[in-house]
């Protein structure tokens, strides 16, 4: 599981450790069998030799997570020293663990974090074993332990969230890391030697990758010594290569560091394999890192996972702690329906609401009540509220639970209680009949629709005051029974690189179901059917740049098993599942917003369901919330969008 960058924060319901400036090492124990292996799965076993001794001792069967370091004479941390470590004369090795994946044939990754820590607390080694540690959780603020560990001349610290999981392989917003100076990882792309420099080489040219392609970041020239020079060049040389490795490069950058006069310099690229790690002092606007110097080779790092950090805001939420039950609110004041009666009057938005058949169960094998799903919208809806408020309702009615037969309801003229606001329509059936659809306004207009047994929320893409101007343009990417939800995320990535050479604000979030939904701003500027051009170009354009797994046909037998590229839910009328909205599919999974980091393999519809939507949402915050901003100028958008594909 891996750290998101993040801004410092003071918030209950974390936990704060030191971030160790070592190497990430998993121990597997079992039998008498043992592996120490890094990150990537390159072993430790003979490199750490002291470590992996220490943990061959341990009388353990189990996964630990944790962090190997070298301390110096002065008991300081030291990565250089790490990484050039041969012998215990090169420092002592330390192995600071902090978690237990797996113990005695349990998989304990679904365990609250707390209680998978007095389990590996409870089990360390004697006091005899001088390198196994337990990595202490501080009860501070983050600002002061920060302090602390500044004038330790430390890395930084690690927030965890209080009851979280452990997601193997995941980048989460639950686990944060806050630096004391601007650190990154990236590639070595290529070397520079000026004209007439004593130096073996004057600087890198580095880069990350972005979509799978490697970007350039900008050179870095101090940090190095000549030793260190001479062995880095060892191991430039069998990687050199002809061609420029970076396949985005900032306009800015080209004439500085990619045209090079032969008399004045000499540039080398080599294979984009290597990774080190600089600070820096700042990122410019077009991406490039200011004022960067050398830290150190990282060799237990893949090149391909280098990506540029951005350090995320967390949001000021209510603090949160789990309770024993998995779909109970943070705190007990925000359950609204308690398990003691089947059925409940409650006054919310100052009407009454009457809740019945509470105890009915909608996920049967989940074991997940009719009650749970309204506490539930209880709970999210200061979250959803902005993507429902004054917007027509389709209603998706399921009284018996999500696998019961469901029944669509627009029209409820004469069928609700008179404090429930409606938009009056005409249907092409019966163009003679007013009907009215049901708007939702507020948290008792969202919960009196739970209780009708809608499990999802459909709400229109326009509001009533501006009914032929939507508030977003919305790519609906929708795979056939054959299409991976691998295939998914390619396609999605695909719109975003388009929309991204275009300047193109975006927001994604899963369906809830198998696909993905993309949102763009546009503020009821435009109509539905400029919004709908406008998303037919799009997909038109990811088309062209996947045409062998995504199609623009509607109908099913011409997609010929491709994904499909659905523009045409940009009409009146038309609705898809609100961000936060439940679905009536197995496990309850939410559809839930995302940051496009977690746009990767491993993403899963089912990493967010309606057991753990409220707590991720503590630490994430709104991420949907950019779609209520500025709209796109569809114009110069489609202008710049021109002008790069005619390239």
């Not at 038309?574 to 496009?596: D, E, F, G, H, I």
Request: net charge negative.
């Amino acid at each position: 599981m891996l750290a998101t960058l993040s801004e410092a924060f003071d918030a209950e319901d974390w936990l704060y450790e030191i971030k160790w400036d070592g190497y990430r090492a998993i121990a597997m124990i079992n039998e008498g069998n043992v592996a120490l292996e890094s990150r990537n799965h390159i072993s430790f076993n003979q490199r750490f030799y002291p470590v992996y001794d220490a943990v061959k001792a341990w009388e353990i069967n189990a996964v630990i997570d944790g962090e190997i370091v070298v301390r110096n004479k002065a008991g300081q941390v030291n990565f250089n020293a790490l990484q050039n470590w041969k012998s215990p004369h090169d420092g002592m090795l330390q192995y600071y663990v902090f978690d237990m994946l797996w113990l005695d044939g349990y998989d304990l990754t679904q365990m609250p974090l707390e209680k998978r820590r007095i389990l590996l607390r409870e089990r360390l080694p004697d006091s005899s074993n001088d390198i196994i540690h337990f990595s202490e959780n501080f009860p501070t603020t983050a600002s002061e332990l920060m302090k602390a560990v500044r004038d330790l001349g430390m890395e930084g610290i690690i927030a965890k969230k209080s009851g979280s999981a452990y997601y193997p392989g995941n980048r989460s917003t639950e686990w944060l890391k806050m630096k004391i100076q601007n650190r990154q990882e990236v590639v070595i792309g290529g070397y520079i030697l000026l004209a007439d420099s004593p130096k073996l080489f004057s600087s890198l040219l580095i880069g990350v990758y972005d979509q799978d392609k490697f970007r350039y970041i900008g050179k870095v020239g101090t940090g190095f010594s000549v030793e260190m020079q001479k062995e880095m060049l060892r191991t430039f040389k069998p990687l050199i290569r002809e061609t420029n490795p970076f396949q985005i490069i900032p306009v800015t950058s080209k004439p500085v560091h990619f045209r090079l006069h032969p008399r004045e310099m000499e540039l080398t690229y080599i294979e984009p394999e290597l990774v080190c790690e600089v600070n820096y002092a700042e990122i410019t606007a077009d991406g490039l890192l200011r004022h960067p110097s050398f830290v150190a080779m990282r060799t237990d790092k893949s090149a391909k996972e280098v990506m540029q950090e951005m350090a995320i805001q967390v949001k000021k939420t209510p603090s949160s702690k789990r309770t024993n039950h998995p779909l109970m609110a943070t705190k007990s004041t925000d359950i609204l329906l308690p398990d003691d009666n089947e059925n409940q009057v409650k006054t919310i938005n100052n009407q009454e609401l009457k809740f019945t058949n509470l105890d009915k169960y909608y996920w049967p094998k989940e074991k997940i009540t009719k009650r749970d799903l309204i506490n539930y919208y209880h709970q999210i809806a200061p979250y959803m509220l902005p993507y429902l408020k004054n917007r027509p309702m389709s209603l998706h009615r399921h009284p018996n639970g999500f696998n019961a037969p469901s029944f669509y309801q627009k029209d409820v003229r004469g069928k609700v209680p008179d404090w429930i606001e409606t938009m009056a329509y005409h249907s092409e059936e019966e163009p003679d009949v007013e009907k009215e659809f049901m708007v939702c306004t507020d948290e008792a207009s969202l919960l009196y629709m739970a209780n009708l047994g809608c499990i999802e929320m459909n709400p229109w893409n326009c509001k009533v005051e501006t009914p032929d101007n939507p508030d977003w343009c919305v790519l609906d990417i929708d795979p056939g029974k054959k299409n991976t939800f691998e295939q998914v995320i390619e396609v999605a990535n695909v719109i975003y690189d388009i929309l991204k050479t275009a300047d193109i604000s975006c927001v994604c979030k899963t369906s809830g179901s198998t696909g993905l939904h993309i949102y763009i701003p546009l503020k009821a500027q435009y109509t539905y059917e400029h919004s709908q051009d406008f998303a037919r170009i799009i997909c038109a354009l990811a088309e062209r740049a996947l045409p062998e797994t995504t199609s623009m046909e509607r109908a099913v037998k011409s997609r010929k098993e491709k994904i499909y590229l659905d523009f045409l839910q940009n009409r009146q009328q038309a609705t898809l599942a609100a961000p936060y909205s439940v679905r009536p599919k197995p496990n309850a999974p939410v559809s839930m917003p995302l940051s496009w980091s977690e746009v990767k393999p491993g993403l899963q519809i089912i990493d967010f369901t309606i057991k753990n939507v409220i707590n991720l949402l503590s630490s994430r915050g709104d991420l949907f919330e950019e779609v209520l901003g500025k709209g796109i100028d569809m114009k110069a958008a489609l202008g710049k969008l021109e002008a790069a594909w005619q390239k």
